[in-house]
């Protein structure tokens, strides 16, 4: 009677590596929703901080995220192996939608100096990927500002509240609104558009 036993296994191995990213750009390519599960669960993290770090806005890079993995299941077939891992597609995807929501709040921050200065709202020709890049300093600018200013301008930025609205919902005179909206825009100005301007100055009261 053979008393042996049987080896016990060995362990599965970890779920990463070259082998991994593979299975699950074949599991995309097939549509297979709990490869992509996989695939969101491996990369989710690497691609919220990406855009968190170059928005400075944890909702708003939260709605990034959620707009990458939108885009690489609706573009599951655009993807080719043969030019590159999976992960860096999803990074390349990453840059783009953050290229476009630095593009969006260009925009807003636009149209919000146009009605301070009692102008014609323009819309900004579509900036090259590098200058819209170079926009990322307008995040840092924002929380530089003094408290006051910053409000007024998150309101119009992010909620699109006119000035109007802002002053209803703060409870602060339109004029007072607008002064702010006006000094705050000039800061932004400053350190977006002239050379060797930077956020590294504290902010000044106002």
């Not at 709202?121 to 995040?139: F, G, M």
Request: net charge neutral.
């Amino acid at each position: 009677m053979n008393t042996s036993t049987r080896p016990t296994p060995a362990p599965a191995p970890p779920k990463e590596g070259a082998r991994y990213e593979e299975d699950l750009a074949q599991g995309l390519a097939a549509a297979d929703e709990e490869a992509f599960a996989a695939i969101y669960r491996h990369w989710g993290s690497l691609v919220h901080t990406m855009a968190t770090r170059s928005l400075g806005d944890v909702h708003e890079a939260e709605d990034v995220t959620q707009q990458v993995f939108v885009g690489a299941w609706r573009g599951r077939h655009g993807f080719r192996p043969e030019r590159g891992a999976l992960g860096a597609w999803l990074v390349g995807i990453t840059r783009r939608k953050i290229i476009d929501a630095l593009a969006a709040r260009t925009r807003r921050l636009a149209v919000v100096d146009s009605a301070t200065n009692g102008a014609a709202p323009t819309v900004p020709a579509q900036s090259a990927p590098d200058d819209v890049l170079d926009r990322v300093l307008l995040v840092d600018a924002l929380h530089r500002l003094p408290h006051t200013q910053r409000e007024v301008l998150c309101l119009a930025f992010y909620e699109d509240l006119t000035q109007v609205q802002i002053a209803e919902r703060t409870g602060v005179p339109l004029g007072t609104v607008k002064s702010h909206t006006r000094r705050g825009l000039h800061r932004l100005r400053l350190m977006i558009d002239q050379p060797g301007m930077n956020g590294a100055a504290a902010p000044t009261r106002g």
